[in-house]
């Protein structure tokens, strides 16, 4: 698996190996560990089971980004 430079990036791009059951069993775990510790690849994780879902056309997806769009726009520069 490639590996990103940023521990960050990293993360992420293990989250996604995760979702598509590409990731060794030492990276399974570490992941995981990841995962249970950290706010922010927890939301990585739901915004990945989120896309699938949605890609996959699954019912009953209801979804309001509003708060997380406003929130984003307020953090860009002016």
Known sequence: ???PTRD?????TR??????GELESHEIAETLRALRHS???RSEWCDGQLIGAALR???????DVTARVMAAIDMEPT
């Open 15 to 20: 989250i996604s190996a995760l979702m598509d």
């Open 1 to 3: 698996m490639r590996r």
């Open 57 to 63: 056309h699954e019912r009953g997806l209801e979804v």
């Open 8 to 12: 960050g990036d990293d993360m992420k």
């Open 39 to 41: 706010p922010e690849m």
